[in-house]
């Protein structure tokens, strides 16, 4: 099961996850997961991937956009509370798989 954070700013809806256990998401997984008719529904996901990455998060935009943490997303990170938490299913997790690896399938 993986556990993800919905946190509403102003008027829209960002979720937080942790990538550096057992799954780094990426372009397909997050237009699954950002979907609001067939995922979870987020208008920006931010993945904590500890050192993969320079600054220690990866931000994405609903459509898989990869962009900058922004100060923003910052002052959400420093939050102590999440608005709402959401555990997804190891079958929904392979979904989120399933769209990387038909999405790295098309790049080739």
């Excluded at 529904?41 to 956009?65: E, L, M, N, P």
């Excluded at 939050?79 to 399938?105: G, Y």
């Amino acid at each position: 099961m993986l556990l993800v954070r919905l946190y509403r700013v102003e008027d829209k809806e960002v979720m937080v996850m942790d990538g550096s256990r057992d799954f780094m998401p990426e372009t397909g997984a997050i237009r699954l997961l950002a979907s609001r008719e067939s995922g979870v529904g987020a208008d920006r996901v931010i993945v904590y991937c500890g050192k993969q990455h320079k600054t220690g998060f990866r931000v994405f935009t609903a459509d898989g956009s990869e962009k900058e943490l922004t100060a923003e997303d910052s002052l959400l990170l420093s939050r102590q509370q999440a608005d709402i938490e959401v555990r997804l299913t190891d079958t929904f997790v392979s979904r989120m798989r399933l769209a990387d690896e038909e999405k790295l399938a098309a790049a080739c």
